[in-house]
């Protein structure tokens, strides 16, 4: 019987009548797309045999009725393209049967399910986002502080809907296309993770992108640590207004004004007075977006 292996050493894109035994290692997510005006979707399934793993595209849903996780299946009248490293491809023209069980190698399953359901692309903040190469696939969090209205454009010759939304973190602010389904609901005043996105660039100005494998998940502010010299503040009815610097980096943060009179063991009166006297100071502070929650420092520097 043919394996994945004796597979993956052909080449060309082309339909194979022999029979391909796997096993089923994960079921990935669904993606949608448009051809001819019409409609359509395909499905990624991790499959392994005893020889390797391979990628599958399925594009007759009704096949995944015999394909869970774990299962043992036999296919015929599938295209195999000699792509990357191998897509095995499940039409509405293929055979899936099912089969006897077949132990498959640990390793080959977890590649199996890898590839069914890869790991998002690491998450940077956004200052970093900015200084990464085009084309680059990402991941990351901000709050979502403005967006435009929805509108719609022509893409390969059909409508489709895509709105600009403005992201913000502690180190930077980007702009964000949101296409399709996610250009729909309001995002504005919620944090948000974002993974999968792409940077792109337009008259100089690097954004980023949504794209098929992007989601969309509010979640909790995270408690970041950032460290620098206090250099310059600003008073205001309730907080104190806080420039750090760290190398060529420069951050304002905000602190309640009662925090930072605690921290200087001051008087809230005397707060400015204090912090001329002291800039500049050796900060290190928790933070959630731009507010300091937590000073942990805050000293003279020699």
């Excluded at 993770?193 to 337009?202: E, I, W, Y």
């Excluded at 925090?259 to 008087?267: E, H, N, P």
Aim: charged share 25%; proline share 4%.
């Amino acid at each position: 019987m043919l394996t994945v292996t004796k597979l993956k050493g052909n080449k060309g894109a082309k339909p194979y009548s022999l029979p391909l035994k796997l096993k089923v290692c994960a079921i990935g997510t669904t993606q949608k797309y448009v051809t001819d005006g019409e409609k359509k979707e395909y499905t990624v399934v991790g499959l392994a045999d005893t020889t390797d793993a391979i990628k599958g595209m399925v594009y007759d849903s009704s096949k995944l009725n015999n394909m869970q996780a774990s299962a043992t299946i036999i296919l015929m009248n599938y295209i195999f393209k000699n792509e990357n490293e191998g897509t095995v491809v499940i039409t509405k023209t293929t055979k899936v049967l099912k089969t006897a069980q077949m132990d498959v190698p640990e390793h080959l399953i977890e590649k199996g399910a890898a590839i069914a359901n890869p790991p998002p692309a690491a998450t940077l903040a956004l200052r970093d986002v900015k200084r990464s190469p085009v084309k680059t696939l990402v991941s990351v969090k901000g709050r979502i502080i403005s967006e435009d209205m929805a509108k719609t454009v022509k893409v390969r010759g059909q409508d489709v809907t895509v709105k600009t939304v403005s992201l913000k973190d502690n180190t930077d602010t980007i702009k964000v296309s949101l296409w399709r389904d996610l250009a729909e609901p309001s995002f504005v005043g919620k944090f948000l993770q974002m993974t999968n996105v792409v940077v792109t660039a337009f008259n100089d100005e690097i954004s980023i992108s949504s794209t098929s494998k992007t989601d969309l998940k509010e979640c909790d502010v995270p408690m970041t640590v950032v460290k620098g010299s206090a250099i310059g503040f600003e008073m205001k009815e309730l907080t104190v207004s806080i420039l750090l610097c760290n190398g060529d980096e420069f951050q304002e943060l905000e602190a309640p004004v009662q925090m930072i009179a605690d921290t200087l063991s001051c008087q809230l009166e005397d707060i400015e007075e204090n912090l001329q006297n002291r800039i500049p100071m050796k900060c290190v502070f928790k933070i959630k977006d731009t507010t300091i929650h937590i000073i942990d420092q805050m000293e003279k520097e020699d």
